[in-house]
Nanobody, 122 residues
Framework: QVHLVESGGGSVQAGGSLTLSCAAS????????MAWFRQAPGKKREGVAT???????RYADSVKGRFTISLDNAKSTLYLQMNNVKPEDTAMYYC????????????????WGQGTQVTVSS
């Protein structure tokens, strides 16, 4: 099991930028598929971006071209660079990890952080 702690959320105006971080701690010899999810009030949690062991990335259509997921293995930290944010990006953002699975479905991931709130004003 890996322990995940998100940070970097806050309030930002539409068109602005924000960088989320997710610090991971766990057995150093294990590798994990990682992802960012988000959940807006009254909506289901949805996948935002994923990254695999070879640093291949995948994005939801709603954030493609605006968000960038990256992984610093030396720091055991996952990032989500959010550019040109929109009010519809307002949500609680979660990072997730799994040893064996990757994809946009939340059921694929065993380990979750507590989340960090992002609020975008128009």
């Amino acid at each position: 099991q890996v322990h995940l702690v998100e940070s970097g959320g806050g309030s930002v105006q539409a068109g602005g930028s924000l960088t989320l971080s997710c610090a991971a701690s766990g057995p150093p010899y294990r590798r994990y598929y990682m992802a960012w999810f988000r959940q807006a009030p009254g909506k289901k949690r949805e996948g935002v971006a994923t990254i695999d062991f070879d640093l291949n990335t995948r994005y939801a259509d709603s954030v493609k071209g605006r968000f960038t997921i990256s992984l610093d293995n030396a720091k055991s930290t996952l990032y989500l660079q959010m550019n040109n944010v929109k009010p519809e990006d307002t949500a609680m953002y979660y990072c997730a990890a799994d040893r064996f699975h990757t994809g946009m479905g939340e059921d694929l991931y065993d380990d979750w952080g507590q989340g960090t709130q992002v609020t975008v004003s128009s």
